[in-house]
């Protein structure tokens, strides 16, 4: 029987998986360069240093929340635990965006990045153990170099037209086609639900390398 393996050693899952990192990142992307200039002049007590405390609540959160999430689902036999995790956390994630279009004050950010902070630690372990899960047997440095790949063309690109798309259409639309773009991967999910499985992850694994070609 053939297996769920293109010419290039890419399976439909990871595929999509690529897919949802790009469309993820290249969204976040456009805020990277324009957030700081966001937060001093458009909102209230905005400053410099309250970019650093703005960033270091996101990490600082996400870092210690993250160990827990992913031990949870660890535990958890199946891997459907896995894409629901994924999926939730993707789609708050990027409702945070449009978070910052009616946000005023500097306390407003603070909760936002709070929210996505625990958003987001429900999406990397998850997408990280799918990911891991999924990989074709000696395709594995491959199939993480292609991500990589991806998320620096995505990173790079958005960065250079962050600041352009800002002059251009300002900053409520940027945020709001960061929402649109981070929905978009957790849409682009939807393509793999038949190949999520309830059952035992090691079962699953087995049974995805007698699938057929996609």
């Not at 827990?68 to 894409?83: M, N, P, V």
Request: glycine fraction near 8%; hydrophobic fraction near 55%.
């Amino acid at each position: 029987m053939k297996t769920n393996v293109n010419n290039m050693g890419i399976n439909k899952v990871i595929r999509t998986l690529i897919a949802c990192d790009f469309l993820l990142q290249s969204g976040w992307g456009l805020i990277g360069p324009i957030f700081a200039i966001f937060l001093i002049s458009q909102i209230q007590y905005g400053s410099l240093p309250m970019v650093g405390l703005v960033v270091a609540t996101y990490w600082i959160v996400k870092s210690l929340a993250q160990p827990f999430i992913a031990q949870y689902l660890d535990l958890k036999k199946g891997e459907y635990d896995d894409f629901q995790f994924l999926m939730v956390g993707l789609i708050i994630a990027n409702l945070v965006p449009l978070g910052y279009v009616f946000a005023t004050k500097i306390s407003h950010i603070f909760l936002l990045e709070f929210i996505r902070a625990l958003a987001m630690a429900c999406v990397i372990p998850s997408w990280a153990a799918m990911f891991t899960r999924h990989i074709d047997k000696g395709w594995e440095a491959f199939s993480w170099s292609i991500d990589s790949t991806m998320i620096g063309l995505a990173m790079g690109f958005s960065a250079a037209f962050g600041g352009i798309f800002v002059t251009i259409i300002g900053f409520q639309t940027v945020f709001a086609l960061v929402s649109i773009m981070g929905l978009g991967s957790a849409l682009s999910l939807l393509f793999i639900r038949k190949q999520i499985s309830n059952k035992d992850r090691a079962a699953t694994a087995q049974a995805l390398k007698v699938e057929k070609t996609i």
